[in-house]
């Protein structure tokens, strides 16, 4: 019988419409360098995740507006004004969702929503 759990969660792509540009905005806000970087995917590598950027993509043809992915973070009130301050958008503030868990999520410059969790029961 085939292997059919799901071991985890590997890649979350987002759209780059411009993809020097979007990457350039990447590294900065992330604050590290791709570690693959060619002119049709660019992936970084987060937290033993991937966050890729595919070109001359809209964010509706990557995402579906019923799906967002959440970062784990420790304190979302920084991220968020990380994320903030290099040109993000509000897209769901900070809100406590039960537990001591926190989510939020932000637009990027690019149209991409990103999503945020604090959840203590969870190490980083």
């Known amino acids: 019988m085939a292997e059919t759990r799901l071991p985890g969660l590997r890649t979350v792509i987002y759209a780059a419409p411009d993809l020097a540009v979007v990457n350039a905005w990447y590294a900065d ?4 360098d791709p570690y693959f ?3 049709f995917y660019v992936g970084f590598s987060v937290g ?27 304190d979302i009130g920084a ?7 290099r040109g993000a958008t509000v897209h769901t503030a900070v809100q406590g969702v039960g537990d001591g868990i926190k989510t939020a999520a932000v637009k990027d410059p690019f149209g991409n929503v990103v999503g945020f969790i604090e959840n203590p029961h969870f190490s980083l």
Not at 79 to 85: C, G
């Open 29 to 32: 806000v992330l604050g590290i």
């Open 37 to 39: 970087d060619q002119p």
């Open 48 to 74: 033993g995740y991937e966050l890729g950027l595919v070109p001359d993509t809209e964010p509706t043809v990557v995402s579906n507006a019923d799906t967002l992915t959440y970062w784990g973070v420790s």
């Open 79 to 85: 991220v968020m004004t990380h994320w903030l301050d």
